[in-house]
């Protein structure tokens, strides 16, 4: 099976409503969605979500890294997609960073292997071990009021969890909004708490975390600025619940470091801050040694990205949360994974397993490129 056409999309995803988090705000999602073609007619699907203040990306700069360097390069080295080591050498030695597009790659080889396989990408990963593939409803920052109401529409829609965003600047507005959310909740459902980094210091971080013992929170995410891995571990140390890293947590070597400094009590594994599948299969096998329970979470992609992760969850049993969230948040979509909340039912057949609507695909399409052998 040889590669001999790519096809980049840049697209937008209109939002229902205004994501907003400590550091943005959309009110569309721009994604990268790739499709290799092979000289036997198969097509693989993959998806990049670039974001300037994680992975240090920008979607247009993805386009032409994708067009420009990393598939031109992958082409010229004939790759079968089963050379997944193969795949991320050439990658990683053409052009640093960049994860969220080389991920788009990287799905893509997976889905056209499992196709070749005739199995499901996470039979490829280690078989499907969990079928209770759940999510929590996500809630945007907003007043403590409408956190709470939002909070509690999801519970009546049948969520099992909730998971607020803070971070807006003034911690103690956030732990009002925390506390607002808890209280409307009751101990119905876990709590999840991210900060996306918005508490900045260490001190300030200890001194919030302090607020919100017995509230029934699952964890804190990144309540730090990303990167501080000392001070992390000593916002853990003083915090009476759990601490999650999440874009601290970019890749194998910085998860590493965190199991050193014992940083957290969980990690947020995503595709977009690995580079795909092959790199973060390999962080749940550290998580796993190190006795951290993961999360695959989400930078808001469709409906292609998001069944990878689930596929990665599916096959780990030290995954014990997702919140691949995505395709509920749009308004348009182009796949058909296919969501009951607060589940989602991956499909069993080969590759990624998601059906593109190319005439959906084609009308969010902003920008679209071929490139040829």
């Known amino acids: ?76 080295a004939d790759l079968r997609p089963a050379d997944l080591q193969a795949l991320h050498a050439t990658m990683d030695a053409r052009i640093g960073g960049n994860p969220s597009a080389k991920a788009a790659i990287d799905l893509a ?10 199995l499901p990408v996470c ?3 280690g078989g499907r071990d969990d079928d209770a593939l759940t999510y929590p409803h996500v809630v945007s920052i907003g007043t ?37 959310v808890c209280e409307a909740v009751d101990h119905r459902v876990p709590v999840r708490v ?27 995410e990144e309540p730090i600025r990303m990167g501080n891995i000392e001070g992390l571990a000593e916002v853990r140390r003083h915090s009476p619940v759990p601490i999650m890293a999440d874009e601290t947590c970019q890749g194998p ?6 199991v ?35 999360q695959i979470g989400s930078m808001v992609e469709s409906s292609v990205a998001s069944a990878a992760g689930y596929h990665l969850a599916a096959a780990r049993r030290v995954i014990h949360s997702t919140e691949l969230t995505g395709p509920l948040l749009f308004s348009e979509e182009i796949g058909d994974l296919a969501y009951t909340p607060p589940g989602v039912a991956l499909p069993h057949t080969p590759g990624l397993g998601v059906v593109v609507d190319r005439d959906q695909l084609e009308k969010l399409t902003e920008d679209r490129r071929e490139v040829t052998r």
């Open 194 to 220: 991210d900060v996306n980094q918005g508490w900045g210091s260490p001190a300030v971080a200890i001194e919030s975390v302090r607020d919100l013992g017995g509230l029934g929170i699952a964890w804190v």
């Open 260 to 294: 050193q400094a014992r940083a957290a009590d969980l990690v947020n594994i995503k595709l977009m801050k690995t580079s795909g599948l092959h790199k973060a299969a390999q962080m749940a096998g550290i998580a796993e040694a190190a006795g951290l329970t993961v």
């Open 1 to 76: 099976m040889q590669i001999v056409k790519a096809v980049i999309h840049h697209i937008n995803l209109p939002l229902r409503e205004p994501f907003v988090i400590s550091y943005a705000r959309w009110d569309a999602m721009p994604s990268v969605v790739v499709e290799l073609h092979t000289d036997d007619g198969r097509v693989g699907w993959g998806e990049g979500v670039a974001d300037e203040f994680v992975t240090g990306e920008n979607t247009r700069a993805s386009v032409q890294v994708l067009g420009h360097v990393l598939l031109p390069e992958v082409m010229r």
């Open 144 to 180: 403590p009021e409408d956190m709470a109401a939002h909070a509690e529409r999801g519970i009546e829609r049948g969520y099992a969890a909730i998971k607020i965003k803070v971070g807006s600047g003034d911690a103690r507005e956030d732990v009002r909004r925390i506390r607002a």
């Open 253 to 258: 070597e910085t998860l590493l470091r965190i």
């Open 123 to 125: 039979d490829l990963l």
């Open 109 to 118: 080889f997976h889905d056209l292997l499992g196709q070749e396989a005739g």
